[in-house]
């Protein structure tokens, strides 16, 4: 049920994109993503609702594919700041338990 | 501050004892979720409230733990008879409920370790 992300991991150079995918074998009402760095709490990014959906802000971006069973999120021109774990998350068909992806660790060197 | 937050922010304690987390939400938020977050893992859910209704809890939610939030605002998590597996970060979220669009905004979380 826990959706899939990949990569697991990926080190960056400052100024390099990324592209960190979350997979699920059924369809998704909705995906959340989430950034967490050490001993801190998730941070929200951004929601998608519909099939075909793309949205983003400054250099983070994602979308949601058609079929709602794959989500991307990309990061652009990538910053220190951007080092962490990124989750995708979705609640379940049920509405009420929430669940988070694996969650793909993300390191910017400069 | 209006943010989430949680206390205490750490917490040792002895194999077999009692702990209690509380929870602060967001003020107009009416629903809350606890989550228990080990090393190297993504945060797992946990429970949820409705204003003052628990209304879903997970498998992992054993007999030892129980949530109340009795008035519908703070919420508190104990654990009793703390064993070294329930040593975790402990995260609690809460939302606005609109449908399909609830964004969680979370605290610091409370670290526990059971010696």
């Known amino acids: 049920q826990q959706p899939v992300q990949s990569p697991q991991a990926v080190i960056l150079r400052e100024g390099e994109d990324a592209v960190i995918n979350c997979s699920s074998s059924k369809a998704l009402y909705s995906v959340h993503w989430y950034r967490q760095k050490h001993g801190e709490a998730p941070v929200f990014l951004m929601i998608l609702l519909k099939g075909g959906e793309q949205k983003g802000h400054d250099k983070i971006s994602a979308s949601f594919n058609e079929k709602k069973q794959q989500s991307s999120l990309y990061l652009t021109a990538s910053q220190l700041s951007y080092s962490g774990t990124y989750f995708c998350?979705?609640?379940?068909?049920?509405?009420?338990?929430?669940?988070f992806g694996t969650g793909t660790s993300l390191t910017v060197i400069p | 501050d209006t943010g989430v937050s949680q206390n205490p922010r750490h917490k040792i304690t002895k194999r077999g004892q009692n702990v209690t987390f509380r929870c602060d939400p967001i003020s107009e938020h009416n629903r809350l979720y606890w989550y228990r977050q080990t090393l190297g893992q993504g945060p797992e859910f946990l429970t949820y409230f409705q204003n003052e209704a628990q209304l879903e809890k997970s498998r992992l939610l054993s007999d030892r733990f129980s949530a109340e939030r009795p008035k519908g605002s703070f919420s508190t998590l104990e654990i009793q008879r703390t064993e070294q597996g329930d040593s975790a970060m402990y995260l609690c979220?809460?939302?606005?409920?609109?449908?399909?669009?609830?964004?969680?905004?979370f605290g610091p979380g409370t670290r526990l370790l059971v010696l």
């Open positions: 979220a809460s939302s606005l409920n609109r449908v399909l669009q609830e964004t969680q905004y």
């Open positions: 998350g979705t609640y379940m068909n049920t509405g009420n338990q929430f669940y």
